[in-house]
Structure formats: structure tokens, C-alpha cells
């Protein structure tokens, strides 16, 4: 017989906070998105031009993302010359 029970064990679990959520999601968003490219640009091409569709995909990608950046609170570069280190 288990000598810890099922309350004792779920009481002491540490939970992850927002940001370890969001990291650990990271990688699975990226490939969701990075996959459904080739399907998009198989519907959508013969309807748009190549760089109308590709700005088309980079600007749903923006409204994706950035509110998923807002809401998990990650902090934003203080400093200007620290985009991009």
C-alpha cells in the first residue's frame, strides 16, 4: 500500500506559472504554424500574388502572437538598443 495518499501528493505538486506554460508552448505553436503554410499557400496562391499572400500570413501571425504576449505578461526589451540581442 502507498503510504503518501492522492491529497497529500496534488498538495505538494509545485504548478507552473504563466510563463513556463507559454515556453512550453512554444515549440507546438511553432510548428502548427510553420505546417499550415504549405496549406495555405496551396489554396490561396492561385487567388494572390505571392508577396500579398505572404504579408497576408505574417500579419495573422502578428494578431496571433502579440496578444498571446500580452496576456502571458512577458516583459518587453526596456531599451531600444537591447531588440534584437
Keep these: 500500500m502507498l503510504s503518501r495518499s492522492l ?5 505538494t505538486t509545485r504548478h507552473a506559472t ?3 506554460l507559454g515556453l512550453a508552448a512554444m515549440p507546438v505553436l511553432f510548428v ?3 505546417s499550415t503554410g504549405f496549406i495555405g ?3 490561396g496562391l492561385p487567388y494572390a500574388e505571392p508577396f500579398t499572400f505572404l504579408f497576408i500570413r505574417m500579419m495573422l501571425t502578428l494578431l496571433i502572437l ?7 505578461r512577458i516583459p518587453w526589451p526596456s531599451k ?5 540581442t
Design 32 to 34: 502548427l504554424l510553420w
Design 18 to 20: 504563466p510563463g513556463e
Design 41 to 43: 499557400a496551396k489554396f
Design 66 to 72: 502579440i496578444p498571446l504576449a500580452l496576456a502571458m
Design 80 to 84: 531600444a538598443s537591447l531588440w534584437g
Design 7 to 11: 491529497k497529500d501528493v496534488i498538495s
